[in-house]
Nanobody, 113 residues
Framework: QVQLVESGGGLVQTGGSLRLSCATSAIIFSIKTMGWYRQAPPGKQRDLVATITSGGSTNYADSVKGRFTISRDNAKKTVYLQMNSLKPEDTAVYYC??????WGQGTQVTVSS
């Protein structure tokens, strides 16, 4: 069973930075596309933030391009989301995703104005 464990969320002021991490023990990590999604408010659909393929190709939502960076460390089986120049509209629960329908439990990011 695949488990994804997120960390790194919190409260930050507008313009600040946070780095989210998502770790797994799944041996298939290195061959899977990984992604970050966010949901706000609760009950709304989860929106794509960024994805990274096994080969390192990345894709970003227009709203975060130039501010967020997704990366991965296959040796550590961890994917990261570096978030800079945060805005109040970035406030959401952020979820890690492994292609194939696997999700983490989510981590709250709150950006105060």
């Amino acid at each position: 069973q695949v488990q994804l464990v997120e960390s790194g969320g919190g409260l930050v002021q507008t313009g600040g930075s946070l780095r989210l991490s998502c770790a797994t023990s799944a041996i298939i990590f290195s061959i899977k596309t990984m992604g970050w999604y966010r949901q706000a408010p609760p009950g709304k659909q989860r929106d794509l933030v960024a994805t990274i393929t096994s080969g390192g190709s990345t894709n970003y939502a227009d709203s975060v391009k130039g501010r967020f960076t997704i990366s991965r460390d296959n040796a550590k089986k961890t994917v990261y989301l570096q978030m800079n120049s945060l805005k109040p509209e970035d406030t959401a629960v952020y979820y890690c995703n492994m292609m194939g329908g696997y999700w983490g439990q989510g981590t709250q990011v709150t950006v105060s104005s």
